[in-house]
C-alpha cells in the first residue's frame, strides 16, 4: 500500500514538472525556451503509461538577452505593439503614411522590414521608417490615419520578424 501511494506521488510529480517545462517561460524582455525529449512515466499495471510531449512554442528566439539586442532576419522577437497618428515626417525624411512603423533602431534598423503577429495572427509587412522618444526596446509603434483608432488599440503584444535584405 506504501509503495503504491509513493508510485502515484512520484508519477505526479513527474507529469507535473513535464508539464511546467514544457511551457514558455517568460520573463521581462527576456524569453526562454525550455525544451526536452518526451518523457514516459511507467506505475503499476493500474496504472496506464503515460507520454508527456514538450509543447511547441510559436518559433521565439531563446538567444535573446536583453531590451535592446538587435533582431536577426527570421528570428521572432517580442514586441509591444501601439499605433500613432502624428503628420509629418519620419526619422528618414519621408511623410506618414500606412505601412510605416516607428521602432528603436537598436533593435530594428531603419529602412528595414519587419512582419508583424498579434499573437499568431498575422497584421501584416510595416517599413521601419521613424522613431520616437517613447519607442524603447522591443517596442513597435504602427501609423495610422485615425487618433481615435489609435487611442481605442492601445498597447497589445506580439511578435515581430526582421525580413532579410532583399525580399520584398
Known amino acids: 500500500m506504501r509503495a503504491q ?39 503499476e499495471p493500474s496504472l496506464p503509461p503515460t507520454l508527456v510531449r514538450a509543447k511547441r512554442s510559436f518559433f521565439l528566439d531563446p538567444r535573446l538577452a536583453g531590451p535592446f539586442d538587435r533582431a536577426h532576419p527570421g528570428r521572432a522577437v517580442p514586441v509591444s ?10 526619422r528618414r525624411g519621408r511623410y506618414v503614411r500606412p505601412g510605416i512603423v516607428a521602432a528603436d533602431p537598436r533593435v530594428f534598423p531603419l529602412a528595414r522590414y519587419v512582419e508583424v503577429f498579434l499573437e499568431k495572427e498575422y497584421i501584416g509587412r510595416f517599413l521601419v521608417d521613424d522613431t520616437g522618444k517613447n519607442v524603447v526596446g522591443p517596442t513597435l509603434d504602427i501609423w495610422t490615419e485615425d487618433c481615435n483608432q ?7 503584444w506580439g511578435h515581430a520578424v526582421l525580413v532579410a535584405r532583399g525580399q520584398k
Open 5 to 43: 501511494t509513493l508510485i502515484r506521488t512520484a508519477v505526479a510529480c513527474v507529469t507535473a514538472a513535464a508539464l511546467v517545462k514544457a511551457d514558455v517561460v517568460h520573463m521581462p524582455y527576456r524569453t526562454h525556451i525550455l525544451e526536452h525529449a518526451p518523457i514516459v512515466v511507467y506505475g
Open 81 to 90: 505593439l501601439t499605433q500613432y497618428c502624428l503628420q509629418g515626417t519620419t
Open 150 to 156: 489609435a487611442r481605442r488599440f492601445g498597447r497589445k
